[in-house]
């Protein structure tokens, strides 16, 4: 499938995900067995190219988190693979995956509860740079200035806590410490979702910013399809851990094809109130990845379900328009 969704432009992939599957086994009883596995992400594909950000957009539960987090290898996966530059990142070990760590690198939703609250904010973007025994403290201190006024802190901010700083300020702080080890491809994972909307705009900008000066790529994990829009050049949207679509960000805001994107579409607020547009209100909740729906994962929910093949069979990835892939039986 990652073949079939591959971009095909001229970059170079940066990033191959290959039917990357993860499962957490339920256990219970006194013996604490494993009664069920929850189906967080199953047979998930796709490229990244270098210097690209791709947006993973879904439901809160959907297996976004869990994707990003396997490919670091914070989560070991089931089955799949990771290639990273192509080397294969699931297997390495010791030394190489310590290595391999510096070139990818994570910023978390709740910078806060990442940072020591003993420790002032210069130690803790100097962190990464004395486990991986990088510089002179004299180097790694002018390293951790130049981060700071990067991300549009103060010098004297390095010597200050974190409880000491807002939730716009604590997340450029987690920017800086992820800069630190000078990563190729970051992995941002709802990293302005608890920011208020005016502090969103400017921590996206700084992003993006910085994606420029220092030829970052990104894959930008959020539910919020208007922040997706703004900082994507590509999106893939998720529903109960598989991708149903990705496709150009132009292309598949203008044209959503998967029923699931164009109901995640019709919630976007217009700023415009002479544009009237029509809600796609979906029926019930998201099905629990504990027991997911058979065939079409939608179909319990999906507005043109087709009875007599939608429950019965999974759809495949299909190259819809160029370079934009759908799976749903619709476009069969
Ligand atoms: Fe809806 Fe069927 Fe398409 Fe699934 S495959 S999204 S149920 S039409």
Not at 261 to 276: E, H, I, Q, Y
Not at 295 to 316: L, N, S, T, W, Y
Request: charged share 25%; aromatic share 6%; with cysteine.
């Amino acid at each position: 499938m990652s073949e079939l969704i591959a971009d095909r432009n001229c970059k170079q992939d940066l990033v191959e995900v290959k039917h990357l599957v993860k499962y957490f086994p339920v256990r219970s009883g006194l013996r604490q067995r494993i009664t069920a596995w929850v189906q967080a992400v199953d047979d998930v594909s796709f490229t990244i190219k270098a210097g690209e950000t791709l947006g993973l957009v879904g439901e809160s539960g959907c297996g976004k988190t869990t994707v990003g987090r396997t490919i670091l290898r914070l989560l070991e996966p089931n089955s799949g693979s990771v290639y990273f530059e192509g080397q294969d990142v699931l297997s390495l070990r010791g030394p190489e995956l310590k290595v391999m760590r510096r070139s990818m690198q994570i910023i978390f939703q709740d910078p806060y509860s990442s940072l020591d609250p003993r420790k002032q904010i210069g130690e803790c973007i100097a962190e990464g740079l004395h486990i991986h025994k990088i510089g002179t403290p004299s180097e790694r201190r002018n390293t951790v200035m130049e981060l700071i006024r990067k991300v549009g802190l103060e010098d004297y901010h390095t010597k200050r806590f974190p409880h000491e700083f807002s939730g716009g300020q604590r997340q450029r702080i987690g920017i800086a410490r992820a800069l630190a080890l000078q990563p190729k491809f970051i992995i941002a994972d709802e990293p302005v979702s608890a920011l208020d909307v005016s502090i969103q705009a400017q921590v996206l900008n700084l992003l993006r910013t910085l994606q420029d000066d220092f030829n970052l790529t990104y894959l930008f994990i959020a539910h919020n399809m208007s922040v997706i829009e703004h900082i994507s050049d590509r999106v893939a949207v998720m529903y109960l851990g598989k991708i149903v679509e990705i496709a150009q960000t132009r292309e598949l805001f203008n044209n959503p094809l998967h029923p699931y994107t164009v109901a995640l579409l019709s919630a976007v607020p217009v700023p415009d109130p002479r544009l009237k547009k029509e809600r796609v209100i979906l029926r019930g909740d998201v099905p629990s990845p504990l027991n997911p729906p058979s065939g079409c994962r939608f179909h319990p929910r999906c507005p043109q379900v087709m009875h007599d093949i939608c429950p019965i069979k999974e759809p495949p990835h299909k190259e819809v328009e160029s370079d934009h892939w759908v799976a749903c039986w619709l476009y069969e």
